[in-house]
């Protein structure tokens, strides 16, 4: 029985290693669909959303990922570092469309919602918390 349950956990350990080794760990840039898909489960779980609102919902993240991409790109492409704090300054009317729509779409009482719980926890890296170099 000892055995079994070592020999098991060592598996579960060498599948997770490679699935790391694969990027399912982070490291790689998610697609605007990925990141699309990621809101619509979180919205979607959250507020059960009929079809032409999810829909809307989905617009928007994917106008919003679009843009964000396009910052990177053009921050990237002046070679050098990238100026983290222009880029956020610029992306803050992304941000603001975003947020305005949405709330049009899901009314005042879900938009809170939207905010205070399920916006930190799609951030990348880590859900918005306490890094080390922010």
Same mark, same amino acid.
């Given at each position: 029985?000892?055995?079994?349950?070592?020999?098991?956990?060592?598996?579960?350990?060498a599948?997770s290693?490679?699935?790391?080794?694969?990027?399912?760990g982070g490291?790689?840039?998610?697609?605007?669909?990925?990141?699309?898909?990621?809101?619509?489960?979180?919205?979607?779980?959250?507020?059960?959303l009929?079809?032409?609102?999810?829909?809307?919902? %989905?617009?928007?993240?994917?106008?919003?990922?679009?843009?964000?991409?396009?910052? @990177?790109?053009?921050?990237?492409? =002046? #070679? *050098?570092?990238?100026?983290?704090?222009?880029?956020?300054?610029?992306?803050?009317?992304?941000?603001?469309?975003?947020?305005?729509?949405?709330?049009?779409i899901?009314?005042? %009482?879900?938009?809170?919602?939207?905010?205070?719980?399920?916006?930190?926890?799609? @951030?990348g890296?880590?859900?918005? =918390? #306490? *890094?080390?170099?922010?």
């Amino acid at each position: 029985m000892k055995k079994s349950i070592f020999i098991l956990s060592l598996l579960f350990l060498a599948g997770s290693v490679t699935v790391m080794a694969q990027g399912g760990g982070g490291g790689q840039r998610r697609t605007v669909a990925e990141r699309v898909q990621r809101a619509h489960e979180k919205i979607d779980s959250a507020f059960h959303l009929d079809a032409t609102k999810q829909a809307q919902v %989905d617009s928007a993240f994917a106008t919003f990922y679009r843009g964000q991409d396009k910052l @990177r790109e053009e921050a990237m492409a =002046g #070679g *050098g570092q990238p100026d983290f704090q222009a880029m956020r300054e610029k992306s803050q009317p992304l941000m603001d469309a975003r947020d305005k729509e949405l709330k049009t779409i899901l009314g005042d %009482d879900k938009f809170k919602i939207y905010k205070d719980a399920i916006e930190p926890t799609m @951030r990348g890296r880590g859900g918005g =918390g #306490g *890094g080390g170099n922010r």
